[in-house]
């Protein structure tokens, strides 16, 4: 036991070396979103932004993210997801409110950090006030640095960001609102 807790604390240490992407290889903090195309693993960063991390994860645990569209997506900058109250493809989808509704988790205050938006970056979508999201997410097609700072990261795609650039891209028109979304199939904890 006493070995398994050394040999943990090594692996984190150099993960921590490495860089974000190391982490990972912690299945605690290893979100996998199934899309139609394939699976989309994602590197939580608790981190960074712990309270929202904790609540992905509870949200993630109760089977909330399962079906739900990816209701905005704008092609070269992001897809969004996450409306678990409006967005719902197989129970209460409303393509009308997609995009403007929660959680029953309530709202977290925000946790900005000096991270950059880049290319496979998960950031937390809010409305005006800083402290306003709750549990919808989006995943960057390309860098963002008008985002630096101004959104909280949760995360990093690790693998499978082919599958993300495959979401179907909404109305630039309309602002990246898409009529008949793609959707997350399915989310899970990889410790789970």
């Known amino acids: 036991m006493q070995f398994l807790r050394v040999a943990s604390s090594l692996i984190l240490a150099a993960g921590v070396l490495a860089g974000s992407a190391a982490l990972a290889a912690e299945p ?10 394939g699976e989309v693993v994602i ?10 991390v904790e609540q992905i994860k509870a949200l993630v645990r109760a089977g909330e993210y399962n079906n ?35 959680s029953s988790m309530g709202n977290i205050p925000a946790e900005f950090s000096d991270e950059d938006y880049t290319r496979g970056t998960v950031g937390m979508a809010r409305a005006q006030s800083p402290d306003s999201a ?22 990093n795609v690790e693998s499978g960001m082919e599958f993300v650039d495959n979401i179907k891209r909404g109305n630039a028109a309309q602002n990246g609102v898409v009529t008949d979304p793609d959707r997350m199939v399915s989310v899970r904890i990889a410790a789970d």
């Open 43 to 52: 590197a939580l960063r608790p981190d960074l932004a712990p309270k929202h």
């Open 134 to 155: 709750n549990s919808q997410f989006f995943i960057m097609f390309a860098p963002a640095p008008s985002l630096n700072g101004g959104y909280t990261i949760v995360g």
């Open 68 to 102: 739900v569209a990816f209701h905005r997506v704008i092609e070269g900058f992001m897809a969004q997801t996450g409306d678990v109250q409006y967005g719902d493809m197989e129970d209460g989808y409303n393509s009308q409110l997609a995009g403007t509704g929660g």
């Open 28 to 37: 605690e903090n290893t979100m996998i979103i199934e899309l139609k195309d």
